[in-house]
């Protein structure tokens, strides 16, 4: 069987889904591994690195016409789709709620397509969870980016001529992103808030050394897969007064709130924003679901009275090499759990929760 996977449009998405070191992983499956020619060049794999782990090189009708499971990011284009075969597989990350019509064309064309932003929340599932991976990073470099934009130090610094206050941060959201937020702004020395609608990232952000915001009289609102739901019109109104006063005192903000399949939930309102410290900064990782704020534009940094709104589509294109290779894992773990060892050959069992809740039918 021939694993294989095609460039991306680089202008959009410069991670890869097959890193050179994970090939051998799929060989020693039995697989047979093709990629286009050029494929990880712009991340510094050259094709010789790729051709000395065993991988081979075709132009891509060739790829997309001869691969039994096709490993992508994001959706290939129409002129690609078009050339794959009935019966085969494409993995990858494909956002059914928005490509819902293309998705179901391929499905009646008998492709069987697995989207891994669906996996379950359970323990099994941890090793192939893309979400958590590459939010991990994104939370990081959240962080990163904004203390550089920041025009002023972020630990608290005690020289003979004064003191500098440490940097004050509120992090939207205590997911994997948030969490990490969390983490990294603490290391640098930042003082670090946090809120979130589920009561249960208290004790993960207080692990951190995060302060929690606890709005009163708060409601569990987490589904049972694990991610936030809606809130009820009394909690956001208690969080919204929560928020107006916090934010005051806030140097930098990073927002990370997102509900699954739905428009990003509206945290921060303008009036808000007017009350913040003139060279504050809010970084919008909602910003490619509408944004957590009023003013949030994706890919454009807005200005409003002094406070700086940065909302990026893809903040992992400035990590390319780190997200690429933790997805290229993500990816191979996936594919072991519909490799049947014993017959060699790939199983669709729908009875696998994983491998059920992430078919798109």
Same mark, same amino acid.
Do not use: W
């Given at each position: 069987?021939?694993?294989?996977?095609?460039?991306?449009?680089?202008?959009? !998405?410069?991670? /890869?889904?097959?890193?050179?070191?994970?090939?051998?992983?799929?060989?020693?499956?039995?697989?047979?591994?093709?990629?286009?020619?050029?494929?990880?060049?712009?991340?510094?794999?050259?094709?010789?690195?790729?051709?000395?782990?065993?991988? !081979?090189?075709?132009?891509?009708?060739?790829?997309?016409?001869?691969?039994?499971?096709?490993?992508?990011?994001?959706?290939?284009?129409?002129? +690609?789709?078009?050339?794959?075969?009935?019966?085969?597989?494409?993995?990858?990350?494909?956002?059914?709620?928005?490509?819902?019509?293309?998705?179901?064309?391929?499905?009646?064309?008998?492709?069987?397509? *697995?989207?891994? !932003?669906?996996?379950?929340?359970?323990? $099994?599932?941890? +090793?192939?969870?893309?979400?958590?991976?590459?939010?991990?990073?994104?939370?990081?470099?959240?962080?990163?980016?904004?203390?550089?934009?920041? &025009?002023?130090?972020?630990?608290?610094?005690?020289?003979?001529?004064?003191?500098?206050?440490?940097?004050?941060?509120?992090?939207?959201?205590?997911? /994997?992103?948030?969490?990490?937020?969390?983490?990294?702004?603490? $290391?640098?020395?930042?003082?670090?808030?946090?809120?979130?609608?589920?009561?249960?990232?208290?004790?993960?952000?207080?692990?951190?050394?995060?302060?929690?915001?606890?709005?009163?009289?708060?409601?569990?609102? !987490?589904?049972?897969?694990?991610?936030?739901?809606?809130?009820?019109?009394?909690?956001?109104?208690?969080?919204?007064?929560?928020?107006?006063?916090?934010?005051?005192?806030?140097?930098?903000?990073?927002?990370?709130?997102?509900?699954?399949?739905?428009?990003?939930?509206?945290?921060?309102?303008?009036?808000?924003?007017?009350?913040?410290?003139?060279? +504050?900064?809010?970084?919008?990782?909602?910003?490619? &679901?509408?944004?957590?704020?009023?003013?949030?534009?994706?890919? #454009?940094?807005?200005?409003?009275?002094?406070?700086?709104?940065?909302?990026?589509?893809?903040?992992?294109?400035?990590?390319?090499?780190?997200?690429?290779?933790?997805?290229?894992?993500?990816?191979?773990? *996936?594919?072991?759990?519909?490799?049947?060892?014993?017959?060699?050959?790939?199983?669709?069992?729908?009875?696998? #929760?994983?491998?059920?809740?992430?078919?798109?039918?």
């Amino acid at each position: 069987m021939i694993i294989g996977s095609v460039s991306e449009n680089k202008d959009l !998405e410069k991670r /890869v889904s097959i890193t050179p070191d994970i090939i051998k992983k799929y060989i020693s499956l039995g697989f047979k591994v093709l990629i286009e020619q050029n494929y990880g060049e712009h991340l510094g794999f050259s094709n010789e690195d790729y051709k000395k782990e065993g991988c !081979e090189i075709e132009e891509k009708k060739s790829v997309l016409e001869k691969s039994d499971i096709i490993l992508q990011l994001n959706l290939p284009e129409e002129s +690609s789709l078009s050339l794959i075969k009935e019966k085969k597989l494409l993995i990858g990350v494909f956002n059914p709620y928005q490509n819902n019509e293309k998705l179901m064309s391929l499905s009646k064309k008998n492709i069987n397509i *697995f989207s891994l !932003e669906l996996l379950p929340r359970i323990t $099994r599932a941890q +090793s192939m969870d893309i979400l958590s991976s590459q939010a991990n990073l994104a939370g990081y470099k959240a962080v990163i980016d904004s203390f550089a934009i920041f &025009q002023k130090a972020v630990p608290m610094m005690m020289t003979a001529a004064g003191t500098i206050p440490a940097a004050r941060v509120l992090v939207v959201g205590a997911g /994997v992103a948030g969490l990490q937020a969390i983490a990294t702004a603490k $290391r640098m020395g930042a003082i670090v808030f946090a809120t979130d609608v589920r009561i249960a990232s208290k004790e993960q952000v207080e692990s951190l050394g995060g302060k929690f915001l606890t709005v009163e009289g708060s409601e569990n609102l !987490e589904t049972k897969g694990g991610y936030a739901k809606e809130a009820s019109d009394e909690f956001k109104k208690k969080q919204e007064e929560l928020l107006a006063e916090t934010l005051k005192k806030i140097n930098i903000v990073i927002c990370t709130a997102l509900i699954p399949g739905k428009k990003a939930p509206l945290i921060i309102k303008d009036k808000m924003i007017d009350n913040m410290q003139t060279g +504050s900064v809010i970084y919008d990782l909602a910003a490619v &679901q509408g944004g957590n704020t009023a003013y949030t534009k994706l890919n #454009e940094t807005i200005e409003k009275n002094g406070v700086k709104i940065l909302g990026e589509s893809n903040i992992l294109n400035k990590l390319p090499i780190s997200a690429s290779s933790l997805y290229a894992k993500n990816l191979h773990n *996936f594919v072991l759990n519909l490799y049947d060892k014993k017959s060699n050959k790939i199983n669709i069992n729908l009875e696998d #929760e994983i491998i059920k809740n992430t078919m798109v039918k």
